[in-house]
């Protein structure tokens, strides 16, 4: 989903047809937050490797639990910046007009979905990684399963967000998107009617995850906000740098609360808000150099798919440069080479399927 949509040629109002919304010129910016966020979700799962390699605990090696431990406290910020680019997607910067366009928005992101779910139970086949029958797996990510996938959990709640979202918008404008109301009404009550069937038929049925928590729906509300803000709002290096100050402390303070408190950080803590909000303030209305804005809108337009497709990387690189007893030079080098190969890898590859017009299935 880009941060705009192309512009379309003004239609006359009539008493039937309300005058359209205009739509505003490309947001740079965001594109840039998108791109750095998918980045950050890919630094969070490297420094998720290095943990896995110390237990958790200093004791098992401290310079690769220090280095993964600063790592993942910075990019813990990513999913929600998600959440933030969504509501303001659909609640201010390309807002639904009909039900038609919540159906192909939602496609585009459930069709790749489905597909990457099947590669991936695929791939953990072909390396008999499954702790369980493929088969049930399969089964089990129809209701909301996040294995062996476990990265598509954001998925799983994103859906219902856009759709809440763009239900509310429609009826906000006075349609009445049946379709999509329908949609969300059975999403609110698969959990219990799911569970009341397997009691009745005694049959077991996987838990209904398609669920969204209201965290999800506040930082996608707040991100709207803050990415609506007029230009003469956050303009100003000497704000901007406040702003990167407070994201310094608050990626501080991530690091001290998953160290003392609970490994990783929930999305939903204050120090996860503050440190998203502060580094969302401190690009917001930035100005992107021309020369770059190509690049970074390709960037962007595969950030989805690089999503999709990096943990397959991750995962097959991460053996190579991960070690529980690599000392400080070692330890950084592997988080930053680890983080690079599946970048380069992951973007690489979604940019070459979207020019090969393959975006619609691989996201």
Same mark, same amino acid.
Not at 27 to 55: F, N, T
């Given at each position: 989903?880009?941060?705009? @949509?192309?512009?379309?040629?003004?239609?006359?109002?009539?008493?039937?047809?309300?005058?359209?919304?205009?739509?505003? @010129?490309?947001?740079?910016?965001?594109?840039? $937050?998108?791109?750095?966020?998918?980045?950050?979700?890919?630094?969070?799962?490297?420094? +998720? @490797?290095? #943990?896995?390699? $110390?237990?958790?605990?200093?004791?098992?090696? +401290?310079?690769?639990?220090?280095?993964?431990? &600063?790592?993942?406290?910075?990019?813990?910020?990513?999913?929600?910046?998600?959440?933030?680019?969504?509501?303001? %997607? %659909?609640?201010?910067?390309?807002?639904?007009?009909?039900?038609?366009?919540?159906?192909?928005?939602?496609?585009?992101?459930?069709?790749? #979905?489905?597909?990457?779910? %099947?590669?991936?139970?695929?791939?953990?086949?072909?390396?008999?990684?499954?702790?369980?029958?493929?088969?049930?797996?399969?089964?089990?990510?129809?209701?909301?399963?996040?294995?062996?996938? *476990?990265?598509?959990?954001?998925?799983?709640?994103?859906?219902?967000?856009?759709?809440?979202?763009?239900?509310?918008?429609?009826?906000?404008?006075?349609?009445?998107?049946?379709?999509?109301?329908?949609?969300?009404?059975?999403?609110?009550?698969?959990?219990?009617?799911?569970?009341?069937?397997?009691?009745?038929?005694?049959?077991?049925?996987?838990? *209904?995850?398609?669920? *969204?928590?209201?965290?999800?729906?506040?930082?996608?509300?707040?991100?709207?906000?803050?990415?609506?803000?007029?230009?003469?709002? !956050?303009?100003?290096?000497?704000?901007?740098? %406040?702003?990167? &100050?407070?994201?310094?402390?608050?990626?501080?303070?991530?690091?001290?609360?998953?160290?003392?408190?609970?490994?990783?950080?929930?999305?939903?803590?204050?120090?996860?808000?503050?440190?998203?909000?502060?580094?969302?303030? &401190?690009?917001?209305?930035?100005?992107?150099?021309?020369?770059?804005?190509?690049?970074?809108?390709?960037?962007?337009?595969? /950030? *989805?798919?690089?999503?999709? !497709?990096?943990?397959?990387?991750? @995962?097959?690189?991460?053996?190579?440069?991960? /070690?529980?007893?690599?000392?400080?030079?070692?330890?950084?080098?592997?988080?930053? +080479?680890?983080?690079?190969?599946?970048?380069?890898?992951?973007?690489?590859?979604?940019?070459?399927?979207?020019?090969?017009?393959?975006?619609?299935?691989?996201?």
């Amino acid at each position: 989903m880009t941060a705009t @949509e192309s512009p379309r040629a003004p239609v006359p109002a009539t008493a039937e047809t309300p005058a359209p919304r205009a739509r505003g @010129e490309h947001r740079y910016d965001i594109d840039l $937050v998108r791109v750095l966020a998918s980045v950050g979700v890919i630094v969070c799962h490297a420094a +998720g @490797e290095m #943990m896995k390699a $110390v237990d958790r605990t200093p004791a098992e090696g +401290g310079p690769v639990y220090w280095t993964a431990l &600063a790592g993942d406290a910075l990019s813990r910020c990513a999913v929600p910046l998600f959440f933030a680019i969504a509501g303001w %997607v %659909v609640l201010s910067g390309a807002p639904p007009r009909d039900g038609g366009q919540i159906r192909k928005r939602l496609a585009r992101i459930v069709v790749p #979905m489905a597909v990457w779910t %099947v590669a991936y139970l695929a791939w953990d086949w072909i390396r008999d990684a499954n702790s369980d029958p493929t088969r049930d797996l399969a089964w089990d990510a129809l209701f909301g399963s996040v294995r062996p996938a *476990f990265h598509l959990w954001y998925l799983y709640a994103y859906v219902p967000v856009i759709l809440l979202l763009s239900v509310a918008v429609l009826v906000r404008a006075g349609k009445r998107p049946w379709g999509a109301g329908a949609a969300l009404l059975a999403l609110a009550l698969a959990p219990t009617l799911l569970g009341d069937l397997a009691r009745l038929l005694d049959v077991r049925l996987p838990p *209904f995850a398609w669920q *969204f928590g209201v965290y999800q729906i506040v930082y996608a509300v707040a991100g709207a906000v803050l990415l609506s803000l007029p230009g003469s709002a !956050v303009a100003g290096r000497g704000r901007r740098l %406040v702003w990167l &100050a407070g994201g310094l402390c608050a990626w501080g303070a991530v690091a001290v609360y998953e160290h003392r408190v609970h490994f990783p950080s929930p999305y939903a803590s204050l120090v996860v808000a503050l440190l998203a909000g502060t580094l969302l303030m &401190a690009l917001n209305r930035i100005r992107v150099p021309e020369r770059f804005r190509p690049l970074l809108g390709r960037l962007a337009g595969a /950030s *989805f798919g690089a999503y999709l !497709v990096h943990l397959m990387f991750l @995962e097959a690189v991460a053996p190579r440069l991960v /070690s529980a007893d690599a000392g400080w030079p070692a330890a950084v080098a592997g988080l930053a +080479g680890l983080t690079l190969a599946t970048v380069v890898l992951s973007f690489a590859a979604a940019l070459l399927w979207t020019r090969l017009r393959l975006g619609r299935w691989l996201g």
